[in-house]
């Protein structure tokens, strides 16, 4: 697992397996301050006050189990909420670190989850099985709140904006924390992997999601896939350019289409080939 920090309010936890990214904003925590009087300036450490939110998770039950404490070595506030930003179970194990806490995800993801009961757990349960791990308890979604999407989501005095995806599922958000440039867009704008037609996804959806992430690219210093390494504006908007194309000519040549270009490994290539059938 690997920790790095894009804003004073935001960490990117990246899983050792899949390259899964699981992000921790903050909101509410008091700056430091500096004083003067009576002498030397004093520095003032940020309170831990305030709210944490986590964004999706990591994977292996190691990473699942160092959550709090890193959250607490980084001086945030404890874990007050969960946040997915879709369905699918590698972005759902925050239950597992915080299984006190609700999970927060689009209305869309809400009624996936309650269409496909115990899904989640048997794939969960089939990818643990294949790599030999063991987890301490079983996935238990528990309370899921539904979120208004487009809308927003309070953290403390601030807001998150969320905004609507589909096309590598049939549900979805993304999130904007405008306050640090930060864009999670979960399984979108992968460097690493092409886009993913999984079951109930489409190419109009897809095509229709990137439209609505152009525009924050613009206003964006770090955007985060769900899978691969955070990206900077720039690259983000070269790789939503090859998505568009690569999406066109699946339409227009199904299994012909060319890939994006550093996107062509064999497993990329038994993704396309996934993609042309689900299209059939």
């Known amino acids: 697992m690997r920790a790095v920090s894009l804003h004073r309010d935001v960490l990117l936890i990246s899983s050792a397996v899949l390259h899964v990214n699981c992000v921790i904003v903050r909101a509410g925590v008091e700056e430091a301050s500096a004083s003067t009087v009576g002498g030397p300036i004093e520095v003032v450490p940020p309170v831990p006050a305030g709210e944490t939110f986590v964004i999706d998770s990591p994977v292996l039950p190691d990473e699942l189990d160092a959550l709090p404490a890193l959250i607490g070595q980084a001086g945030f506030p404890p874990a007050s909420g969960l946040l997915a930003t879709h369905a699918d179970w590698d972005h759902l194990l925050g239950r597992l670190a915080f299984p006190g806490l ?23 349960r089939a990818f643990d099985e294949e790599l030999y791990i063991s987890r301490p308890a079983p996935l238990a979604l528990g309370s899921v709140q539904a979120l208004p ?17 589909g096309g590598h599922t049939p549900d979805g958000m993304a999130i904007w924390i ?32 990137l439209t609505v992430l152009e525009p924050l690219l613009e206003r964006a210093a770090h955007v985060v896939p769900g899978h691969g390494p955070a990206i900077d504006r720039d690259r983000a908007g070269a790789i939503l350019a090859e998505d568009l194309d690569y999406l066109q000519a699946l339409r227009e040549r199904g299994g012909d289409a060319p890939l994006p270009a550093g996107r062509r490994t064999p497993g990329q290539r038994e993704l396309h080939d996934q993609n042309v059938a689900e299209l059939s």
């Open 149 to 165: 999407v487009p809308g927003h989501c309070a953290i403390a005095s601030r807001e998150l904006e969320l905004h609507p995806t």
């Open 178 to 209: 405008e306050w640090a440039h930060v864009l999670v867009v979960g399984d979108y704008l992968s460097p690493v992997e092409i886009p993913a037609l999984n079951e109930g996804g489409s190419i109009d959806a897809y095509e229709a999601t």
């Open 102 to 124: 609700a999970l927060g995800c689009a209305r869309s993801s809400a009624s996936r989850l309650a269409g496909e009961p115990g899904s989640a757990q048997r794939e969960l």
